[in-house]
């Protein structure tokens, strides 16, 4: 027996509730974010069943330059509640939020426009600060392999890479989302299964196990910190399960010649995603710098040339010469001898440097002897750093103070 019989039965009568007609329409859009806010007009509409009522349903979920829209119109046996905005993950980077109303009126669901839930940033509010972590940002229902790069705001610090899945009704669909979050994980929806009509499941199993540019390099030149050379590799690898990318760039320079050693593959599992790049040493003695660069998405150890490095390293006009001479040596695999160039050091030196350092990881092994001009007085290139993205570093050194070198003074 039907509830309205029942109590027809019962004797208590019941208003005969009035069928209703209400707007209907899916919209589903990926939009650039400065056309928002979006309007829209409803057009069409739906003779609900008995006692239904009218539904809008909006989700955003933003993401960079991007806005996925997800709009539903229609009647619905759901019960009538007030609008309800949720946000159910809040940015910087990817976030979501929602606008769900339930109402019984004709037509009552008139819902115009995204500006409720999504307001532009005007214009004099600054916009948040860049952080040093770049990810690609992707809405699709097929694959995000070509998917643009952008940097991060400073808070979100990881990459998320997942599928939605959305059901509405009978209907399903899958949506491929990348872009910057705050946290680590497979966690973009925190929590939420529904958004009124809307099923929401995610899963990020496929970007378990990563393909990452695979392959090593060592230049010895005499311009590498001015000239850019080409860093691509040809050959992939499949990493472990929970192994992320890497890519590694150390370039040292002793003024008349330079080494650049670079590596490319699979690192530690659980490496936080991150983008480092450093100066050990110099200028204006012998220059010790490097680029590393953790990242979770597949083949995004996509650097093509040395210039990710040299871009950032600082380019003094030339100093002028000093006083001080150094024996001046970069020698791979072999020693420096005795008859090592002696080199007029640029102003601003103060020690000669000589000394021994072992590289290894990512591929690579090998030694380099090093001599050459120094300002620090610490007399080590490293400062204690035993580490440089994939490379484990070792030093053994020692510095001589310029006066020392009387005989090589001019
Ligand atoms: C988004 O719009 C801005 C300004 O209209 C434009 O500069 C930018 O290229 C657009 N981005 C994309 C991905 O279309
Ligand atoms: C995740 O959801 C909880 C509870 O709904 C909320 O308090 C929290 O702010 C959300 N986290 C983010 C990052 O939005
Ligand atoms: C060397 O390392 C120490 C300790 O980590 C630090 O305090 C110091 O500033 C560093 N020196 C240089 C020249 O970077």
Request: charged residues 15%; aromatic residues 4%; negative net charge.
């Amino acid at each position: 027996m039907s509830p309205a019989l029942l109590l027809a039965f019962l004797g208590i009568t019941v208003p005969r509730v009035q069928a209703l007609t209400c707007y209907s329409g899916t919209l589903v859009t990926v939009r650039n974010s400065s056309e928002l806010p979006l309007q829209w007009t409803a057009k069409q509409e739906e003779h609900c069943e008995d006692g239904w009522s009218c539904q809008d349903v909006l989700m955003l979920i933003e993401n960079g330059p991007q806005v996925y829209v997800l709009l539903i119109k229609d009647c619905t046996q759901a019960a009538d509640h007030e609008a309800v905005i949720t946000q159910h993950r809040a940015g910087p980077g990817l976030s979501i939020a929602s606008y769900t109303r339930v109402c019984r009126e004709n037509l009552c669901n008139r819902l115009s426009t995204s500006l409720l839930l999504w307001a532009p940033h005007p214009p004099t509010v600054t916009p948040p600060a860049l952080g040093s972590v770049r990810c690609p940002v992707c809405f699709s229902d097929g694959s995000c392999q070509s998917a643009a790069e952008v940097t991060c705001p400073a808070e979100s610090t990881h990459c998320y890479s997942g599928t939605l899945l959305l059901n509405v009704g009978h209907r399903s669909g899958r949506l491929r989302v990348q872009g910057c979050m705050s946290q680590a994980g497979c966690n973009l929806l925190n929590g939420t299964q529904e958004i009124g009509p809307i099923r929401l499941r995610e899963t990020c199993d496929s970007e378990a196990i990563l393909t990452c540019h695979q392959g090593s390099m060592i230049r010895i030149s005499q311009d590498l910190t001015q000239k850019p050379v080409a860093w691509s590799t040809s050959t992939e690898q499949l990493c472990k399960l929970g192994e992320v990318c890497q890519e590694t760039l150390l370039l040292i320079d002793v003024g008349f010649k330079s080494l650049l050693a670079g590596s490319k593959g699979c690192s530690k599992p659980g490496t936080q995603d991150s983008q480092t790049i450093s100066i050990h040493s110099g200028p204006p003695g012998v220059l010790v710098a490097s680029f590393a660069r953790f990242c979770s998405y597949d083949k995004c150890n996509s650097a093509a040339s040395s210039s990710v490095l040299l871009n950032s390293l600082p380019h003094p006009a030339a100093p002028a010469p000093g006083d001080l001479q150094c024996p001046t040596c970069l020698s791979i695999f072999g020693s420096c001898t005795h008859d090592s160039d002696i080199v007029r050091c640029p102003n601003g030196n103060s020690h000669c440097y000589k000394g021994h350092l072992a590289v290894t990881g990512g591929g690579l092994s090998f030694p380099v002897n090093i001599q050459g001009c120094m300002a620090q007085p610490s007399s080590s290139l490293l400062n204690g750093t035993q580490n440089i993205g994939v490379f484990s570093m070792i030093e053994d050194h020692e510095a001589i103070v310029g006066a020392a070198l009387a005989p090589y003074l001019a």
